[in-house]
């Protein structure tokens, strides 16, 4: 292939902003997010295949794959400078893989070896609303892994690899090099780069209203009014807590 290599630099991520995000559900991001205007930021298709629980936080690494062309997706392809080995090369510690499949269940776009070499360099996780050959590897590897499934086919069957560190689509969503991923139990979810401080703020904040509306239901408070809370429980919660609701 004739194209040139990619060189976005990952920006690193503040450990306290990270520390934040690893406490907050994806449910409560995607609420905040919508509520400053963005709803499409879950990553359709990215169901846990393989994690301890932990939720996972990072910067996107991005990958994109286009159908396959037959002089293109060859295995020889796996040997070019632009291949997926090259890309997992480039990542750096802590970084979140999200590779754009396109959503195709045809053909693994990684597989045990690969993940585990990721596992190796220290990526966080990856991310795809494709699917991962060689299931049971791929678990025993430890990598935690978002995707749609399994299939036996190679990334070559129905893929062709062409960039990575480029503007991709996963699951519906427009995912840019240096976004922050958060994938838990519910799947994986991006926040802007440019809105990472103040949707951690905002989402910090609603996760604290979202504990005390839950001790509410558990003793017995009816929902119409609580949740959303009316001006009078927010009069209370800000009083109980010192929070502003």
Avoid at 74 to 83: D, E, G, H, M, N
Wanted: aromatic share 6%; net charge neutral; with cysteine.
């Amino acid at each position: 292939m004739t194209q040139a290599l990619p060189n976005v630099p990952v920006l690193p991520l503040d450990p306290a902003i990270k520390a934040k995000l690893e406490g907050i559900t994806t449910a409560t991001l995607t609420t905040v997010l919508l509520k400053k205007g963005l709803r499409k930021v879950w990553m359709a298709g990215t169901t846990p295949f393989c994690h301890t629980g932990k939720r996972q936080v990072g910067r996107a690494f991005t990958l994109r794959f286009v159908p396959a062309r037959e002089d293109l997706a060859t295995p020889a392809s796996w040997a070019s400078p632009i291949s997926t080995r090259a890309a997992i090369e480039a990542m750096p510690d802590g970084v979140i893989a999200v590779i754009d499949a396109m959503g195709s269940k045809e053909a693994g776009v990684f597989g045990d070896i690969l993940c585990a070499r990721m596992k190796k360099r220290g990526v966080a996780g990856l991310v795809t609303d494709g699917v991962v050959r060689d299931g049971d590897g791929v678990k025993g590897t430890n990598l935690p892994v978002w995707c749609s499934g399994a299939s036996a086919p190679a990334s070559v069957a129905a893929l062709t690899f062409v960039s990575w560190q480029e503007p991709i689509g996963c699951g519906g969503v427009a995912v840019f090099p240096n976004d922050v991923i958060v994938a838990d139990g519910d799947g994986a979810v991006l926040i802007p780069q440019d809105m990472l401080e103040a949707v951690v703020d905002a989402a910090v904040e609603q996760e604290h209203l979202e504990t005390w509306l839950m001790q509410q239901v558990e003793n017995g408070i009816p929902l119409p009014g609580l949740y959303p809370p009316n001006a009078e429980n927010k009069a209370r919660y800000e009083k109980e807590t010192g929070r502003k609701a």
